[in-house]
């Protein structure tokens, strides 16, 4: 599907990872792409990836990237970057809440009081900064009956590095499917995306330092790309008003769009994995 540069994107949390991918898919389909976080020169974070050279490659591919430097935990930082798209733009067409912070010890083995205190601040640069960019974007979306999406996991359901991550992606659907409602009047869509084991950077170091203990995991990952695609794929849907307010799996809707992952090959969807309780995504989060 093609976008086009007049379809004005912005994604959250983009110098790599998730974010990243998604925002190059959007480019992909010709969109201007704003990308923000707060590396801004290789060096700035342990993982490789900067806002620049993730713009600079949605140019490359046929879109229009434009980095903004942005601390999602700051809302100062994020009220001026909608102030920024309104004055270029004066709407938006996609809005992307994918900015998490990532805290030291999320993936420890143990009960979360063994845990270090600081995996609750997922709670801050995940779920409320989602909140905080949903609520400056509003005005925007309305102007063009857009599109917010909400990345999330199967954490939101199962239990996934304990409850600071389980807490955030339940309440990042949850927020889905209340936005949609008071959305719905102004035709602007509202979903939360279920994502597969993505090949992000950190999941290559992950990989990389234990080939063998993660071996049997390798055949699952998709690229972040993929979400991209699906997500594009919905803008482009004029029936996509039947699917807000609800949390998909992107594979299950990619299998629907008739896409497939950048290496030909359409993910697997993880529903199975996680057991009968994730049944409830394909029907509207009470």
């Known amino acids: 599907m093609f976008l086009g ?4 994107a912005l994604v959250t949390g983009a110098s790599r990872g998730a974010g990243k991918g998604i925002a190059l898919a959007l480019g992909d389909a010709g969109a201007t792409v704003y990308v923000t976080g707060r590396s801004q020169t290789e060096g700035d974070s342990v993982l ?54 990532v805290p030291e010890g999320l993936t420890l083995p143990g009960p979360f009081w063994e845990k270090p205190l600081g995996l609750q601040d997922i709670l ?15 005005p925007l979306l309305l102007k063009s009956g857009g599109l917010l999406v909400n990345t999330s996991s199967p954490g939101g359901r199962s239990y996934m590095h304990g409850p600071a991550y389980g807490a955030g992606k339940a309440a990042v659907d949850k927020m889905a499917h209340d936005m949609a409602i008071d959305f719905e009047p102004h035709q602007v869509a509202v979903v939360s995306l279920w994502m597969g084991l993505l090949n992000t950077e950190r999941t290559k170091a992950v990989f ?9 995991m390798m055949a699952m ?16 849907d004029s029936a996509r ?18 896409l497939v992952d950048i290496d030909g090959r359409l993910p697997s969807s993880p529903r199975l994995m996680f057991g009968e309780e994730t049944q409830f995504t394909d029907v509207v989060i009470q």
């Not at 540069?5 to 004005?8: G, M, Q, S, V």
């Not at 713009?55 to 970057?81: F, M, P, S, Y």
């Not at 990389?208 to 049997?216: G, I, K, R, T, V």
């Open 221 to 236: 990952v998709e690229s972040p790309e993929f979400t991209g695609r699906v997500i594009a794929a919905l803008a482009s």
């Open 5 to 8: 540069k007049e379809c004005i």
């Open 48 to 101: 490789p990836g900067t806002i620049y050279a993730t713009a600079d490659e949605i140019t490359q591919r046929g879109g229009l990237g434009i980095a903004v430097a942005c601390d999602h935990g700051n809302d100062d930082d994020v009220a001026a970057l909608f102030a920024q798209i309104d004055r270029q733009h004066g709407k938006l067409d996609i809005l992307v809440n994918n900015a998490l912070c």
């Open 124 to 138: 801050n640069v995940g779920l409320r900064s989602s909140y905080v960019a949903s609520y400056y974007a509003a």
């Open 241 to 258: 008003m039947a699917r807000t307010g609800k949390v998909w799996f992107a594979a299950e809707l990619g299998a629907e769009f008739g």
């Open 208 to 216: 990389d330092a234990d080939p063998e203990l993660y071996s049997h």
